[in-house]
């Protein structure tokens, strides 16, 4: 049997773990290996992109892997038996020279040699050995040492394998190298130096593990950093959900309590018309009543001269009065008819947050005209105070005021402050595309487009600066083209919502254009300036409207009808009178409402989703609708 010196000397390691065999499997190519868990085998087959095959490290022949598995391979029977033996099997001293060896208890790494207790005694008392590497042979046979890769040369085992041919890729003797090796082909080094080289080549594979590992792992925290902010984005998305829906459902509350005042107050307007026409019937039937009783009288005693006169004039009022016609039932059912045809219609669009509004009826007003009443039903103290610059229907049914201290509030039907945004831009001018992104027009003159979730977009348009062209108005047509208006040079340039140059400008026909609008199914604009002013698509003017004393607001509503409030600022007056889109009056929605004199005197004027309409003066906010 094999000595365990002998088997040593041959090469029991893993060429990958570098410790003796354990769980040997063998490649096709005959190359063995260990299968550790985590190590040898098992971990080349994780490092190589085929996972069908398994590439040997030494002849680069590839493998199948049953099943991808690498517990499937071969084992290596012989090997695994021989190392069984290995593993149990006492090494004996190398040192003595009698026939029956003694076990050995150390080796040197230095000399190469196993020595028994006598043997390592001499050993450690001889001076040359005194720095030589002595470790126990417990410790090599539990492989927590690995003994010394210096071996004897099989051709002269005299003499150790201290050169290394780069061109074999083997360990040779001083002999071999010069007989064998020193042909074309092969480079001789020392082993020490080659194992130098091999070290530091290790180091520098190392660092480049540890820079990689490090880049890896900054990825990984990157991919970590941006799960959690997809995961922020969605918290928010849900909440923004949340606080929607419970916008939305306060809005449906208040428009369900609204449409119920609204039907109470035609309710009570009702009740009270056929409640006059009772309460008269009623005064009819008692005067008939008391008439009766006094005729009655003249039966109970004979009536003589003035009694008898009497008695005639009575019965003759009587019979007056019996010959009047019957009361008509028209006006009573008049009041049910017009009742009936009041009817609530649902708004069906998503944009619209209301239950619906109430229609189906008008009442004469000033001798002919059909417009029910407006009135004033909310009266609201803005948040920045002479500071309101511009006012726009935005998507959800809100309204947008736009403040040049900075920030656009967003106000309900209702009149309740929903929601402020961009608290840091310095809002003039403010439109909706069909998208729900707005375009902002801030005190410089720049245009500046945001998100529906009001994120600023890197959008730029080339407009021109205030000092060049002065202040004026914006409005977005049916097709997203944006209007950009300047006072002082009294022109309008059109952009289209991907920025950059304007596409088109046109004049404004003598005009300075403070306010500007543009219709929904039309190619025209309604401006204003002190006056309001009806263009076509190339700026020519159609029509002006002007009263004397009062300076006009406009808005174009929903139906491209155009409404007006006239005020009258010396005496804190408004009226708003509604037109065609052609600037031909329709009716009067409310005269003369006071709001008393505003030391600034600009106002903006413009119609809700649901209908209502909105006045902003600097300081206040009202919102009307028909009674």
Same mark, same amino acid.
């Given at each position: 049997?094999?000595?365990?010196?002998?088997?040593?000397?041959?090469? %029991?390691?893993? +060429?990958?773990?570098?410790?003796?065999?354990?769980?040997?499997?063998?490649?096709?190519?005959?190359?063995?290996?260990?299968?550790?868990?985590?190590?040898?085998?098992?971990?080349?087959?994780?490092?190589?992109?085929?996972?069908?095959?398994?590439?040997?490290?030494?002849?680069?022949?590839?493998? +199948?892997?049953?099943? #991808?598995?690498?517990?499937?391979?071969?084992?290596?029977?012989?090997?695994?038996?021989?190392?069984?033996?290995?593993?149990?099997?006492?090494? $004996?001293? $190398?040192?003595?020279?009698?026939?029956?060896?003694?076990?050995?208890?150390?080796?040197?790494?230095?000399?190469?040699?196993?020595?028994?207790?006598?043997?390592?005694?001499?050993?450690?008392?001889? =001076? +040359?050995?005194?720095?030589?590497?002595?470790?126990?042979?417990? *410790?090599?046979?539990?492989? =927590?040492?690995?003994?010394?890769?210096?071996?004897?040369?099989?051709?002269?085992?005299?003499?150790?394998?201290?050169?290394?041919?780069?061109?074999?890729?083997?360990?040779?003797?001083?002999?071999?190298?010069?007989?064998?090796?020193?042909?074309?082909?092969?480079?001789?080094?020392?082993?020490?130096?080659? *194992?130098?080289?091999?070290?530091?080549?290790? =180091? *520098? %594979?190392?660092?480049?593990?540890?820079?990689?590992? $490090?880049?890896?792992?900054?990825?990984?925290?990157?991919?970590?950093?941006?799960?959690?902010?997809?995961?922020?984005?969605?918290?928010?998305?849900?909440?923004?959900?949340?606080?929607?829906?419970?916008?939305?459902?306060?809005?449906?509350?208040?428009?369900?309590?609204?449409?119920?005042?609204?039907? =109470?107050?035609?309710?009570?307007?009702?009740?009270?018309?056929?409640?006059?026409?009772?309460? *008269? !019937?009623?005064?009819?039937?008692?005067?008939?009543?008391?008439?009766?009783?006094?005729?009655?009288?003249?039966?109970?005693?004979?009536?003589?001269?003035? !009694?008898?006169?009497?008695?005639?004039?009575?019965?003759?009022?009587?019979?007056?009065?019996?010959?009047?016609?019957?009361?008509?039932?028209?006006?009573?059912? #008049?009041?049910?008819?017009?009742?009936?045809?009041?009817?609530?219609?649902?708004?069906?669009?998503?944009?619209?947050?209301?239950?619906?509004?109430?229609?189906g009826y008008t009442w004469d007003v000033q001798g002919g005209d059909v417009s029910p009443p407006w009135d004033v039903k909310a009266n609201v103290n803005l948040p920045s105070r002479t500071c309101m610059a511009c006012i726009s229907r935005s998507p959800g049914g809100k309204m947008a005021l736009g403040s040049y201290n900075g920030g656009i509030h967003l106000y309900s039907p209702y009149g309740k402050l929903q929601q402020t945004v961009l608290k840091n831009v310095s809002v003039w001018r403010i439109g909706f595309l069909s998208d729900g992104r707005s375009v902002v027009r801030d005190i410089n003159n720049k245009v500046l487009l945001y998100t529906p979730q009001w994120e600023k977009l890197d959008v730029t348009f080339e407009t021109i600066s205030i000092d060049e062209g002065g202040s004026g108005g914006l409005t977005v047509d049916r097709d997203d083209?944006?209007?950009?208006?300047?006072?002082?040079?009294?022109?309008?340039?059109?952009?289209?919502?991907? #920025?950059?140059?304007?596409?088109?400008?046109?004049?404004?026909?003598?005009?300075? +254009?403070?306010?500007?609008?543009?219709?929904?199914?039309?190619?025209?604009?309604?401006?204003?300036?002190? $006056?309001?002013?009806?263009?076509?698509?190339?700026?020519?003017?159609?029509?002006?409207?002007?009263?004397?004393?009062?300076?006009?607001?406009?808005?174009?509503?929903?139906?491209?009808?155009?409404?007006?409030?006239?005020?009258?600022?010396?005496?804190?007056?408004?009226?708003?009178?509604?037109?065609?889109?052609?600037?031909?009056?329709?009716?009067?929605?409310?005269?003369?409402?006071?709001? #008393?004199?505003?030391?600034?005197?600009?106002?903006?004027?413009?119609?809700?989703?649901?209908?209502?309409?909105?006045?902003?003066?600097?300081?206040?906010?009202?919102?009307?609708?028909?009674?």
């Amino acid at each position: 049997m094999a000595t365990f010196h002998q088997i040593s000397s041959q090469n %029991l390691e893993c +060429p990958i773990c570098l410790t003796l065999f354990n769980q040997l499997k063998s490649l096709s190519c005959s190359h063995t290996f260990c299968k550790k868990k985590k190590n040898c085998l098992h971990r080349m087959s994780q490092t190589q992109s085929d996972k069908e095959t398994i590439k040997c490290p030494i002849c680069s022949k590839g493998t +199948p892997l049953p099943r #991808g598995d690498v517990d499937k391979l071969q084992t290596n029977v012989l090997l695994s038996s021989l190392m069984d033996e290995v593993k149990i099997t006492c090494p $004996t001293c $190398t040192v003595c020279e009698m026939d029956d060896k003694s076990p050995a208890v150390c080796y040197c790494q230095d000399c190469g040699k196993y020595m028994c207790k006598a043997c390592e005694k001499s050993h450690s008392t001889w =001076k +040359p050995f005194f720095n030589h590497e002595v470790v126990s042979v417990s *410790e090599v046979l539990s492989g =927590k040492v690995q003994l010394n890769r210096r071996r004897k040369c099989k051709k002269h085992p005299n003499d150790d394998e201290e050169c290394f041919c780069t061109g074999c890729r083997e360990y040779v003797c001083s002999k071999c190298g010069m007989l064998k090796h020193s042909k074309a082909g092969h480079d001789i080094e020392e082993a020490a130096i080659y *194992e130098e080289k091999l070290i530091e080549n290790i =180091k *520098e %594979l190392k660092r480049g593990v540890k820079s990689k590992k $490090t880049t890896i792992e900054n990825h990984i925290e990157f991919i970590e950093s941006q799960r959690n902010e997809i995961t922020t984005m969605f918290r928010k998305l849900n909440e923004d959900i949340d606080t929607t829906y419970e916008e939305y459902m306060q809005l449906l509350s208040d428009s369900r309590e609204e449409l119920k005042s609204r039907v =109470k107050q035609w309710s009570e307007k009702f009740e009270k018309e056929l409640q006059v026409m009772e309460e *008269e !019937s009623r005064r009819t039937v008692s005067h008939m009543n008391a008439m009766e009783e006094l005729v009655t009288n003249g039966m109970k005693v004979p009536l003589e001269k003035n !009694s008898l006169i009497a008695h005639d004039t009575l019965c003759e009022n009587l019979k007056s009065f019996l010959g009047r016609d019957d009361p008509d039932d028209k006006p009573p059912r #008049g009041v049910t008819e017009r009742a009936q045809n009041i009817s609530l219609r649902r708004y069906e669009k998503v944009n619209e947050l209301c239950l619906g509004k109430l229609e189906g009826y008008t009442w004469d007003v000033q001798g002919g005209d059909v417009s029910p009443p407006w009135d004033v039903k909310a009266n609201v103290n803005l948040p920045s105070r002479t500071c309101m610059a511009c006012i726009s229907r935005s998507p959800g049914g809100k309204m947008a005021l736009g403040s040049y201290n900075g920030g656009i509030h967003l106000y309900s039907p209702y009149g309740k402050l929903q929601q402020t945004v961009l608290k840091n831009v310095s809002v003039w001018r403010i439109g909706f595309l069909s998208d729900g992104r707005s375009v902002v027009r801030d005190i410089n003159n720049k245009v500046l487009l945001y998100t529906p979730q009001w994120e600023k977009l890197d959008v730029t348009f080339e407009t021109i600066s205030i000092d060049e062209g002065g202040s004026g108005g914006l409005t977005v047509d049916r097709d997203d083209n944006i209007y950009v208006s300047y006072r002082k040079l009294m022109k309008i340039m059109v952009f289209t919502s991907q #920025g950059g140059k304007a596409v088109r400008s046109m004049m404004c026909d003598g005009r300075r +254009p403070w306010q500007l609008f543009s219709f929904n199914n039309m190619r025209k604009l309604i401006l204003q300036d002190s $006056t309001v002013v009806c263009l076509d698509g190339k700026g020519k003017k159609e029509k002006v409207l002007k009263k004397e004393g009062m300076s006009a607001y406009p808005a174009v509503c929903r139906d491209d009808s155009v409404i007006v409030a006239w005020v009258k600022h010396d005496k804190g007056l408004f009226s708003i009178d509604r037109y065609t889109s052609d600037l031909k009056h329709m009716h009067n929605l409310i005269i003369d409402f006071s709001i #008393g004199r505003e030391i600034l005197s600009w106002y903006y004027l413009q119609e809700f989703e649901s209908g209502e309409i909105a006045l902003c003066t600097p300081n206040r906010l009202y919102i009307l609708n028909a009674i």
